[in-house]
Nanobody
């Protein structure tokens, strides 16, 4: 089992950058693939959007087309931490960002992820 806690959200102007982190408890973090999802204002949990995913080693990543080239997912297994560096932010990136852990592959679908954090708010002003 792994517990996840996001941090680093905030308010930023369009075109700016922000980094969010996800701290994991337990000694098994390095065995999980990890993902970032986001939930836009007014949307339900089932409508959470895939953002990015990374395999257990950090060698393989996957991105949604909407963030490709702007966002970077990476992890530090020694620190049990997952990161998402977000550059050139747009107002449509405004959402609560969630990290999630998956014992399988670094998939793009909500049901593939077993453990979730509580989320951190990212707001991009125009």
């Amino acid at each position: 089992q792994v517990q996840l806690e996001e941090s680093g959200g905030g308010l930023v102007q369009a075109g700016g950058s922000l980094s969010v982190s996800c701290a994991a408890s337990g000694r098994t973090f390095s065995t999980y693939a990890m993902g970032w999802f986001r939930q836009a204002p007014g949307k339900e949990r089932a409508a959470r959007e895939f953002v990015a995913a990374i395999d257990w080693s950090g060698s393989n990543t996957n991105y949604a087309d909407s963030v490709k080239g702007r966002f970077t997912i990476f992890r530090n297994n020694a620190k049990n931490t997952l990161y998402l560096q977000m550059n050139n932010l747009k107002p449509e990136d405004t959402a609560v960002y969630y990290c999630a852990a998956d014992q399988g592959r670094y998939g793009t679908r909500l049901f593939e992820y077993e453990y979730w954090g509580q989320g951190t708010q990212v707001t991009v002003s125009s």
